[in-house]
């Protein structure tokens, strides 16, 4: 059951919010509940929904060797579709959320248990970024297509897996690296295995960073009884995120062997160099690990927009090759 409520910053600010965003400083003031809602004031997750795209359309341009004016509306619209996806999941997870975060300090300032804006209200602001979202979406083939409509599967069963398992980090993975899949199939008309092998990367990455973001919660989770990795591993978490670190690495390197076109063995190199790299940052994280540091946690979290990026440069420059 819920504990006791805490009681939230009255000034409208989440307490996790990026310093001096644009949502609190700058947004017209009715607009910021909802914006709130959406984490338009913590930019990260869009950032961990948007790249996994990026990955996977210039994998594709990498494996048919072709770059189609289609393919900037790949990245363009996904960039869109992520920023609108993420909102409305996040919606979604508060919605469900909302008796618990009440009794978490970290999240007891966030718009519905801080009364900032209603339940119904919520869910209609959660309808309407999926709408728009789902405009988005039909401009892709079909067979992208389908996959989106797919995707809404996990992102509604992912806020309620930390209530009946210990690895609901999986489940996000599951929903966050999807725009990996629909990207590849967008760009070559067809899902196919060196997508699965990035997808896959991408779920061990998931489970690398959240785990980590997961431990500024544990005490509470602890008295409230919500599961996470973070409370499963322990202090045995280095070890943990050590496998999640190989296991990105060596799958997004299998997905790059596997979508490399015959003959091109320079341009490989250069791609398998951003797995390579993205490992590296993923060990600098490792050695300034402080499981009790929430500070330096939410930091460590928030880093990982720039692991991201490292493959998508090493991406970029294979395709120019």
């Not at 009255?10 to 914006?35: E, F, H």
Request: net charge neutral; proline share 6%; charged share 15%.
């Amino acid at each position: 059951m819920p504990g006791p409520q805490i009681s939230p910053d009255q000034s409208g600010q989440v307490s996790d919010a990026v310093t001096g965003n644009w949502v609190d400083t700058r947004a017209p003031a009715w607009t910021r509940p909802y914006l709130r809602l959406s984490r338009a004031d913590r930019p990260i997750g869009t950032w961990l929904l948007y790249l996994p795209c990026v990955w996977g359309t210039l994998l594709a341009m990498f494996h048919t060797g072709e770059a189609r004016l289609f393919d900037a509306w790949i990245i363009l619209g996904c960039g869109i579709g992520a920023f609108l996806m993420r909102g409305a999941g996040c919606t979604w997870n508060d919605i469900t959320d909302r008796d618990f975060d009440g009794s978490v300090a970290r999240t007891a300032s966030r718009p519905i248990p801080s009364g900032q804006v209603t339940v119904k209200q919520a869910l209609a602001w959660a309808v309407a970024q999926s709408l728009i979202a789902f405009c988005i979406l039909i401009t892709f083939p079909i067979q992208a297509i389908i996959l989106g409509v797919i995707a809404l599967v996990p992102v509604a069963i992912y806020p309620f897996a930390k209530r009946f398992t210990w690895w609901p980090q999986v489940f996000l993975g599951i929903a966050f690296n999807w725009g990996a899949l629909l990207a590849w199939t967008a760009h070559t008309g067809q899902l196919q295995w060196p997508a699965v092998s990035l997808y896959l990367a991408g779920m061990a990455w998931t489970l690398f960073y959240d785990t980590i973001y997961a431990h500024q919660d544990k005490e509470d989770d602890a008295l409230i009884g919500v599961k996470s990795t973070a409370r499963l591993f322990g202090d045995a978490t280095p070890k943990y995120l050590a496998w999640f670190l190989v296991l990105t690495v060596a799958l997004m390197g299998f997905a790059i062997i596997l979508a490399e076109p015959r003959g091109e063995i320079f341009a490989l190199v250069i791609a398998l160099g951003g797995p390579w790299a993205m490992g590296w940052h993923m060990m600098w994280q490792m050695r300034r690990l402080k499981l009790d540091d929430m500070d330096g946690l939410l930091h460590l979290f928030r880093s990982n927009r720039d692991a991201g990026m490292i493959p998508v440069l090493f991406f970029a420059t294979a395709l120019l090759v």
